[in-house]
């Protein structure tokens, strides 16, 4: 354990989030540190899912703000965010499945490269990196395989040379020793001194090779330590089955 | 003074003015605008057929216009070759303005957006080639000249009878089109605009009731095209003339000038129109780039045209004036509720081996489940489980690829979805989905539209049943509004509600259709604690009136809360159903839902996981 | 033969029709029913230019090119933008068209105006059929920009970036693509070529008040046989439904011509609702 923190990459500073006027994040704080990796944890609907849009900018905080780099970027449009070096995996590998594998890295570039030939180039360096995607790089991006496309939305964010990575269950309906395969790559990322914030449902596997770890329920802030500090996974169990929440005791059976 | 003028029913003033307007020859008024006013019930009657398909059903059709022609030629060859009595004109002219209407309707069945627009657009750029075409009987582009006067009882018309002719034929036109658009089946319209998956999943047949309203809209077009007939004695397809793109433009504008939804907003626009600096019928250059800013503006800024505005301002103006400490916005959103009374007729509801398949991917397999009624049966898995997949194919929105799903022994496989739902299905959805221009109670009455239903002859000549069926529907309404505690919402506008009224109204629409199957669509997401704890308290009420109540959910203490069984739904497959006790700590369950395997649970020592959770400070 | 020439410049004006409506479909995902209506504003500004001013044609390309584009981009800025929900955005387009059309008549009357061809006047044969050399330009050009559209938007950055806008508009804006300045340029891109066309179609088409609303339906119905999006599919039916009206109107009679296309119009629709591209295109789960 650290006594000097690093300043974070990326920190939530009690935002608040939703769609519309269905609020999701009640006042969520989440940091993320360079060469770390901080996972979140939640059952479905807790929030996970808002918050990583909420930092990225597709969602507006109502309140609160996001810092990257330690400026406030609340007010900046995704497109700007991307440019300071963040870069968003959204779930279910929102490739664009009409065009190929190469045109899809070509993409992911955009936002920091200019100029065909230098982002083959660094097309070059992913094919290298995920020899798979360099043998079909002519295919287009939905006619790949579940673990496939998730590579290449992983390259693909990476192509924008990212200082820190947003990652949306990337083991979403992929076999097991696929789950194992792209968790490797995650915790390889954090050696090229990226922050990585992490979403996960498969808490277990998750825990393992986190640095730190927030657990969200019902979009508030449940549990948030390093991952040394968890004890066992029971108690975040024990979060998902809502045991922080005070409950009245059920209601009676009206007689009939 | 004022207060006795405001408890004059608000109908008695049109049918007043309506009175004035048709004396007006005998009071002084002159040729040309006689005229003119006649051309202004002409437009108003094509604005009001354009407020029914596209204010109130929400389809962009224009071929108003098309129809308009239709009936002048009908009414001009009738006048010139068979006889020139009146009612024979008009009764031959809205014939055939159904009959186009429903064959030109047809295709907007299937089409919406940008292909039905550009779709009737097109049915006014054939005028005149059909007029071509049938030149035996429209005489091409000479047109028909010299139309005789209408006749009445043998007797032609002069020009004031005419005029009052014209007042009469369209005092009578908007009273039906009022009546109609106030009773159930204008709401049952604006629910169909909102959404046609809310109007099915209503009971409310969404093809017959489209058809009926592009039926009825043409009918106005038909009775405006013998007006113009036998107006200017002379029907052509002169371009510019009346049966072109620019008058089906003005008439977009009239529409969204007066709001597209609003009765008197038709003849408010269309006298705009017609009557103000631009002279619609002199077909001057300018009528275009007025259309045009016209419609512009108030499509961006004020969509709900001038009776919008006036309805606004007007609320404004009665909330100042309502006593002191009523009549603020911010209403107390929690009132106290009262329990639900009365019986469900619940039935059993058997899911069984059902599975689906979209392209590639198994939705569902091999599901099966039975819900029974007076209790609850919960169904929870994490995203992509099949739960949302499943609730829609029990509501028929997806056919079944195998298997069978039943309610009381009786397959609803193949049935439509508002077949379904009028078996007695009622469900919520997971955003709720609630129509623009209602208020609350408005809005939980539509759940009634197809289990007690009145056919649109008896709302419109507002018969005994249409004013039975009105008074039944408050009653069950204002029981279901109590029941969810919203009761003091009752007249407020539902669609601008905060997400907790929202999902309340949905419910009590719900309970107002005494539905025998209830199926709840994630109702506790984004509600806060005090919300979700009345809800289950709605949900075991149901349940214990002898409803099959089904709640679909993640929020899984709820879920422990209300269920007596539960499903648990991963990769869509049930891979454990049971009680509450049972599931929490089923291995299954951890490893689908919560990704924690059994092996890494250490107990608390001395306590289980239930009387730990229980135990937590409030 | 003839027919077929005639057809196929009929069809070459529908084509670059739907050519405006795919270029602002690709980039935006609306779809402009404004744009036959600056392709008029277009001809009229070269009959200003040309005959009203007697200018040479550059100038009057560049002037025509910068009017128009400017009306497009104050189109998206006035009309489109502020209006979310399609059935707001039907009204507002309808308006935006009718403006353009109303501000015409009153420049320049609701007179119907000859645009003079720089091209001769004596037809030409070719392939056995007789054609107006500035009709054959007409097809030509229309060919030539559906080719270098199609060849844009597949192999440069910008194209790229435009179809994945199209596809996914989040996910576009994720990978760092600016979503808001890529309508205004599809929407400038195509009012510029919409300005560029003028004195090529003016000698086909007049200069015509009326006319945009039956070019606006019918480039229309090309888009509905070849696919929202698809440039070179929706070019094959612009041609083909030119080819149709034609024949239609040599062997039926003129009157039927229309009809014909609105009955096509109604079968696409019915039974190819994604067009022939997309029919082709397997669904992806």
Redesign the interface.
Same mark, same amino acid.
């Given at each position: 354990m650290t006594s000097l923190r690093d300043e974070p990459v990326l920190e939530t500073v009690r935002i608040c989030s939703?769609y519309?006027?269905?609020?999701?994040l009640r006042e969520v704080s989440v940091r993320v540190w360079p060469g770390r990796l901080s996972v979140l944890?939640g059952?479905?609907?807790a929030g996970k899912t808002t918050t990583l849009r909420t930092v990225?900018?597709?969602n507006r905080a109502t309140a609160g703000s996001v810092r990257l780099f330690g400026r406030d970027v609340t007010k900046l +449009?995704?497109?700007d965010r991307?440019?300071l070096g963040l +870069?968003?995996v959204?779930e279910g590998k *929102?490739?664009?499945? *009409?065009?190929t594998v190469e045109?899809n890295l070509?993409?992911?570039g955009? =936002?920091?490269a200019?100029g065909?030939r230098a982002?083959r180039r660094q097309a070059g360096a992913m094919y290298e990196r995920f020899p798979v995607l360099g043998e079909r790089r002519r295919s287009r991006a =939905?006619e790949l395989s579940g673990g496939q496309q998730q590579m290449l939305a992983i390259a693909?964010a990476l192509m %924008?040379q990212p200082r820190v990575l947003l990652l949306d269950e990337p083991s979403?309906?992929l076999a097991p020793i696929i789950v194992k395969q792209v968790l490797a790559i995650v915790d390889e990322l954090k050696a090229d001194g990226l922050g990585v914030l992490l979403v996960?449902?498969? %808490?277990?596997?998750?825990v393992r090779i986190a640095d730190h770890v927030t657990v969200l329920d019902?979009g508030r802030v449940v549990i948030d330590k390093p991952a040394a500090e968890i004890e066992?996974? %029971?108690e975040?169990?024990?979060a998902?089955?809502? =045991?922080?929440?005070?409950?009245?005791p059920?209601?009676s059976?009206?007689l009939? | 003074m004022l207060a006795r003028i405001r408890r004059v029913p608000f109908t008695v003033i049109p049918l007043v003015l309506a009175a004035l307007l048709a004396l007006l020859p005998w009071l002084g008024l002159g040729i040309y605008w006689n005229q003119e006013i006649v051309l202004t019930i002409g437009l108003a009657l094509l604005v009001s057929g354009l407020n029914l398909s596209f204010g109130y059903a929400g389809e962009l059709a224009l071929g108003q216009v098309a129809i308009y022609a239709v009936g002048a030629y009908v009414s001009g060859y009738i006048a010139l070759n068979l006889t020139s009595d009146l009612f024979v004109s008009l009764l031959a002219a809205i014939a055939a303005a159904l009959v186009i209407g429903l064959i030109s309707g047809y295709p907007g069945l299937r089409l919406g957006g940008w292909a039905l627009a550009m779709t009737s657009f097109f049915l006014v750029l054939l005028v005149p080639d059909l007029v071509n075409i049938f030149q035996k009987y429209t005489n091409g582009t000479i047109g028909l000249v010299g139309i005789p006067p209408l006749t009445l009882f043998g007797q032609p018309l002069d020009s004031n009878q005419y005029y009052l002719f014209a007042v009469i034929i369209g005092t009578l036109w908007f009273a039906v089109f009022r009546n109609l658009v106030t009773s159930r089946h204008g709401k049952a319209l604006l629910v169909l605009r909102r959404s046609p998956v809310l109007a099915s999943s209503l009971g409310i047949g969404v093809r017959p009731l489209k058809l009926k309203a592009y039926a009825l809209g043409a009918v106005p077009c038909g009775i405006a095209g013998v007006l113009f007939a036998n107006l200017e004695h002379f029907v052509s397809p002169a371009n510019p003339g009346p049966f072109t793109i620019t008058t089906a433009i003005a008439v977009l504008a009239a529409s969204v000038l007066g709001g597209s939804t609003s009765v008197y907003g038709a003849l408010a626009g269309a006298a705009v129109l017609q009557l103000g600096p631009l002279r619609l019928s002199s077909f001057n250059q300018y009528t275009d780039a007025v259309d045009g800013a016209f419609l512009i503006l108030f499509g961006v800024l004020l969509s709900d045209g001038l009776s919008g505005l006036s309805s606004r301002l007007a609320a404004r103006w009665q909330r100042r004036r309502a006593a002191p400490g009523v009549g603020s916005t911010a209403l107390e959103s929690r009132a106290g509720r009262e329990q639900l009374a009365g019986r469900l007729s619940g039935a059993p509801l058997e899911v069984d081996s059902v599975s689906k398949r979209f392209g590639g991917v198994t939705a569902l397999s091999e599901v099966s489940l039975r819900a029974e009624p007076g209790k609850v049966t919960a169904l929870i898995g994490p995203n992509g489980s099949g739960k949302t997949t499943l609730l829609n194919m029990v509501c028929g929105f997806y056919k079944l690829d195998q298997g069978k799903i039943g309610l009381d022994g009786v397959s609803l496989a193949g049935r439509s979805p508002h077949k379904v739902a009028a078996a007695g299905v009622a469900r919520t959805f997971q955003t709720p989905i609630i129509p623009k221009g209602l208020t609350v109670a408005e809005t939980v009455a539509t759940g009634r539209y197809a289990t007690a239903y009145t056919a649109m002859p008896t709302s419109v000549l507002r018969l005994p049943a249409h004013w039975r069926g009105q008074r039944a529907d408050r009653q069950a309404a204002s029981r279901a509004l109590a029941v969810t505690g919203i009761s003091h919402l009752a007249t407020e506008d539902a669609e601008s509600q905060p997400l907790g009224i929202r999902r309340l109204i949905e419910v009590a629409r719900l309970v107002a259709a005494e539905p025998r199957v209830v199926l709840f669509d994630e109702i506790a997401a984004g509600l806060d604690d005090d919300e979700v704890r009345d809800l289950g308290e709605i949900v075991r009420e149901l349940a214990s009136a002898g409803g099959t109540v089904i709640l679909v959910e993640h929020n899984f203490g709820l879920v422990l809360d209300v269920a007596d069984e539960i499903y648990v739904l991963a990769n869509g497959r049930v891979v454990a159903f049971g009680p509450p006790a049972e599931i929490r700590a089923h291995p299954a369950v951890l490893r689908e839902y919560l990704g924690v395997s059994a092996e890494a649970l250490e107990p608390v020592p001395g306590q289980t996981a239930t009387e730990a959770h229980h135990d937590q400070p409030a | 033969m003839t027919t077929i020439w005639a057809g196929l410049s009929v069809g070459g004006v529908y084509a670059v029709v739907a050519l405006g409506y795919n270029i602002v479909y690709i980039g935006s995902s609306t779809l402009n029913f404004a744009h036959a209506n600056l392709m008029m504003l277009g001809v009229f500004l070269a009959y200003w230019g040309l005959v009203q001013l007697s200018w040479k044609i550059i100038p009057v390309l560049v002037v025509a090119v910068a009017i128009v584009a400017f009306a497009s981009m104050g189109e998206e800025r006035v009309a489109i933008r502020p209006v979310r929900h399609i059935q707001g955005q039907l009204v507002t387009m309808v308006g935006a068209a009718t403006l353009i059309t109303g501000i015409i008549e009153i420049v320049w009357g609701q007179q119907a105006l000859t645009v003079p061809s720089f091209f001769s006047d004596t037809p030409h044969h070719v392939l056995g059929g007789a054609v107006l050399p500035g009709d054959l330009a007409v097809i030509g050009l229309a060919v030539v920009l559906t080719a270098a559209i199609a060849l844009v938007s597949r192999l440069s950055m910008v194209g790229l970036r435009a179809l994945a806008v199209s596809e996914d508009r989040d996910a576009a804006q994720l990978r760092g693509i600016n979503v808001r300045r890529m309508q205004v340029g599809v929407f400038a891109l195509a009012g510029a070529i919409a300005g560029l066309l003028g004195p090529f179609l003016g000698p086909l088409t007049f200069a015509s008040y009326t006319l945009p609303a039956s070019l606006a339906v019918i480039g229309f119905v090309a888009l509905a046989i070849g696919g929202y999006g698809s440039i070179v599919a929706t070019t094959v039916g612009a041609f083909g439904i030119g080819l149709v009206q034609q024949y239609t109107s040599r062997y039926i009679g003129a009157n039927y011509e229309n009809l014909m296309v609105f009955a096509i119009l109604v079968v696409v629709l019915m039974a190819l609702p994604n067009g022939l591209a997309g029919a082709r295109r397997e669904r992806v789960v």
């Open positions: 939703g519309g006027d269905i609020q999701v944890l059952s479905n609907g990225s900018g597709l +449009a995704p497109s991307v440019r +870069a968003y959204m *929102r490739l664009f499945h *009409r065009r045109e070509l993409l992911g955009y =936002g920091k200019r065909r982002l =939905g693909q %924008a979403g309906g996960e449902q498969a %808490a277990e596997e998750a019902v066992s996974v %029971a975040i169990q024990h998902y089955l809502g =045991g922080y929440r005070s409950k009245p059920r209601s059976l009206p009939l | - | -």
